[in-house]
């Protein structure tokens, strides 16, 4: 019923895929860039035909990892949402169909041994008795929502009194045009984040050189808090495109906690992307300081196909393997 194609970097019709009605900034060629970049792994796209009729991509990247996978996305590219990106509208089933079949194609074709797939669109409910699958979950905002509605669910004694209060001491949160002195700025205060927790960052400071350089100005928020003095107290990134908006990174420096720099830092984020006509601000993750901005938790899939038995158990052995390597680490520290 479908073909699919692999298509070569130049072939690659971004234009396209961007303006379907499933894109997300994480299946733009920017961020495929990023990935290219930072870690070297290339861009993984597939036309898919049916009866003859181009009916949209499949946009991933393709990884080694003691053996290869299709991932899309892969974890620790801090990177989400990708899959299919439709020139026709389509239900869910049919989704999960279109993979079942382009995963047979990769494992017959020999691109990979493993696919794993986290589409914005599916929910638990349509994988359930399908697919292999695992729960996604995270909290997002609607936008689509008025300022004053957004304002309202901020709780109020935990985000809307730090915004007042930070206000009232002089902070004020501006957009950065000075792009390297912001990433060494931000990363500096990174590094005093995780060494609280007796770690140290899981990227490097060429991670964020490179999503920035392939994102800004277009598909990146770059905003910083900054003091009455001007000390950039808070730094925050904010990648996004019309459907989706994401915080995709923010820190601090512990001696200007008083003056309240991060809840008007990632509010002003919010409401940044909500101008420019974003639909969806998601948090990205679960931590539990995200609550104060009155989110909904949201719980999609990540769904899995091997072309072996006994690859998807490897895989989450070697997760939890990496892990527990780097908690022990941690306690051990302190």
Known sequence: MYKFELLDEGRIPWDSIHGTYDSTIYKTKEWLTYLNKWKGIPAFVVQITKDENDIGYFVGEIVKQVVKIVGSPFEGTGTAHQGLSMLVNISNEERIIIYKELSKWVFKNHYALFVQIEDWQLSVEDCEGKVKYSPVDGYLIDLNKTEDELFHNLHSSSCRYSINKSRKQGVVIRETFDVKR???IYYDQLIEVFAKQGLTPTYGIECVHALVDSLYPNRILLLEAVSQEGDVLAT??????????????GASYQRYQKLCPNEPLIWEGIIKWKSRGTRTFDMCGIRQY???????LYTKTKIYFSKYPGLLEMKNLAKKAYYGIRNFKARFKK
């Open 236 to 249: 925050g990134l904010f990648p996004g495109d019309e459907n989706l908006a994401v915080f995709w990174g």
């Open 290 to 296: 995200k609550l104060k901005f009155g989110p909904e």
């Open 182 to 184: 912001f990433v060494e």
